[in-house]
């Protein structure tokens, strides 16, 4: 079983930063490819980031709306992912979740495991 859990989410002001954190469990860490998905109020859930496994040669991937804002990184010896969000808009305000591929591709599907989720709130 590998259970990802999220932290950082919270309140912050648009045009301020955040950075969320998500500590994933297993010693086949560096294989899993790892992502980030959100879900706003009455919205379908979207994706975000995702960075690849050592397969992928641990490329990062972006959704467009958040592309040059937002950076997803990993720490290996951590069994930690990171996604590093500035310049927040109140449109990011959403749950944030973590998920897991241990298959080591996944970019916007093939994900296995998923955290419980970050409230992520920006005010105008």
């Known amino acids: 079983q590998v259970q990802p859990l999220e932290s950082g989410g919270g309140l912050v002001q648009a045009g301020g930063s955040l950075r969320l954190s998500c500590a994933a469990s297993g010693r086949a860490f560096s294989r899993y490819a790892m992502g980030w998905f959100r879900q706003a109020p009455g919205k379908e859930r979207e994706f975000v980031a995702a960075?690849?496994?050592?397969?992928?040669?641990?490329?990062?991937y972006y959704a467009d709306s958040v592309k040059g804002r937002f950076t997803i990184s990993r720490d290996n010896g951590k069994n930690t992912v990171y996604l590093q969000m500035n310049s927040l808009k109140p449109e990011d305000t959403a749950v944030y979740y973590c998920?897991?591929?241990?298959?080591?591709?996944?970019?916007?599907?093939?994900?296995?495991?998923w955290g419980q989720g970050t409230q992520v709130t920006v005010s105008s």
């Open positions: 998920a897991v591929a241990t298959s080591g591709i996944g970019i916007s599907s093939g994900y296995d495991y």
């Open positions: 960075v690849a496994g050592s397969s992928g040669s641990y490329s990062a």
